[in-house]
């Protein structure tokens, strides 16, 4: 069985509305355009396909998005991080992002979309705070480094652990991002890793603007942060740029440098790609002491802010031609 003959399957109106189709391990995802349908329409449209593809011999789970013409949607810009994996430094970075922004002087939101295991509360140094609500909707959390910011770690007991199928998870990550976001310019979404059910509903009801991808730099992380790519390409989601973490590192006794994931790796498959890249992160203890204590380096000026500071600037860049001409 492979994605032709599923696709092969479907009637020739449907398979006509497929973008990407992508069996794994029984299980398959089918990215779908849905433009110029209504709602019953594109409701059909999924069952069709789950229908038709979940009978298929070794297909144990049909994953369905349906991808909206031009989604219209008032309020900030999302800008999406993500990875193939775990482990890569993918929150570390984001809310470093979302400071430096901050900095800038622009109003800055974050959602920790990683459902199953939020961190972004360490980080941001809002553990223990509890998110208000106001008709049926939560008000982020003010952290004290000029970010508005909610997670699940907000909403649960520190250290409790959450398991839960993904419909739940995608139902939670959705109220998090339809919070009262007020004035937000940017909102920055720190996805789980991997391309799970939270990423297909953010394709399919709150599609980002663009995309970061962060990678280390040995080759196991840079296969899993290409599907990750590929996932947002075939969505239509725009890629910003690819950023490499835990590039070099410096022994602070000796100062020796060296290479423990390797390096230059992310830039070297940005180029392949055809896509920009937007720096790298040393390997830094610095940065794990001030991630671990919620002073994210980005708030300050000393060693290990300026990676980080080059890498939002080039994000902010992007923002403005976003924009256009005379925009804010």
Same mark, same amino acid.
């Given at each position: ?5 599923? @696709?092969?399957?479907?009637?020739? =109106?449907?398979?006509? *509305?497929v973008?990407?189709?992508?069996? @794994?391990?029984?299980?398959? @995802?089918?990215?779908?355009? $849905?433009?110029? /349908?209504?709602a019953?329409?594109r409701? !059909?449209?999924?069952?069709a396909?789950?229908? &038709? ?9 049909? *994953? ?11 309020? =900030?810009?999302?800008v999406?991080?993500g990875? $193939?994996?775990? $482990? ?6 984001t ?19 990683? +459902?199953?295991?939020p ?6 140094? @809002?553990?223990g705070?509890?998110?208000?609500a106001?008709?049926d ?6 952290? *004290?480094f000029?970010?508005?910011?909610? %997670? ?11 398991a ?5 998870a #995608?139902g ?14 940017v ?9 799970g059910? +939270?990423?297909?509903t ?16 040995q080759?196991?992380? /840079? ?14 989601v ?8 835990? %590039? $070099?590192? +410096?022994?602070p006794?000796?100062?020796?440098a %060296?290479?423990?994931f390797?390096?230059?790796? +992310? ?8 896509l ?5 992160i040393?390997? #830094?203890? &610095?940065?794990?002491?001030? #991630?671990?204590?919620g002073? =994210? ?6 060693e290990?802010?300026d990676?980080?500071?080059a ?15 005379? %925009? !804010?």
């Amino acid at each position: 069985m492979d994605e032709t003959t599923l @696709t092969a399957r479907l009637p020739q =109106p449907v398979a006509a *509305r497929v973008q990407s189709l992508k069996w @794994t391990d029984g299980r398959v @995802t089918a990215i779908l355009d $849905g433009s110029g /349908l209504g709602a019953a329409e594109r409701d !059909a449209l999924e069952t069709a396909v789950k229908d &038709v593809l979940g009978s298929a011999p070794d297909v144990a789970e049909v *994953r369905v998005a349906i991808m909206a013409d031009k989604p219209v949607r008032s309020g =900030p810009v999302i800008v999406a991080v993500g990875s $193939g994996k775990g $482990g890569v430094g993918k929150s570390t970075l984001t809310a470093n992002l979302a400071v430096a922004l901050a900095r800038s002087g622009r109003r800055v939101g974050l959602v920790d979309a990683d +459902v199953y295991g939020p961190s972004q509360p360490t980080l941001l140094d @809002t553990e223990g705070q509890r998110p208000q609500a106001e008709n049926d909707k939560l008000i982020p959390i003010d952290s *004290r480094f000029g970010v508005k910011m909610l %997670s699940m770690g907000h909403l649960v007991e520190p250290g409790k652990a959450l398991a839960w199928r993904g419909p739940m998870a #995608s139902g939670a990550f959705g109220q998090l991002v339809d919070a009262h976001w007020g004035d937000t310019e940017v909102l920055l979404l720190d996805l789980p890793p991997g391309t799970g059910d +939270v990423q297909i509903t953010m394709l399919q009801k709150h599609k980002p603007a663009g995309a970061v991808i962060v990678s280390t730099p040995q080759d196991l992380a /840079l296969i899993d942060a290409q599907r990750a790519a590929e996932l947002f390409g075939k969505g239509g989601v725009p890629i910003i740029g690819l950023v490499e973490n835990m %590039s $070099g590192y +410096v022994c602070p006794h000796c100062g020796e440098a %060296s290479d423990p994931f390797g390096r230059g790796g +992310v830039e070297d498959a940005a180029a392949e790609a055809g896509l920009p890249f937007l720096g790298r992160i040393p390997l #830094s203890l &610095v940065v794990r002491e001030a #991630s671990d204590a919620g002073t =994210p380096p980005a708030a300050g000026d000393g060693e290990g802010a300026d990676a980080f500071h080059a890498i939002a600037a080039k994000l902010g860049q992007w923002l403005d031609q976003r924009a256009g001409p005379g %925009s !804010a």
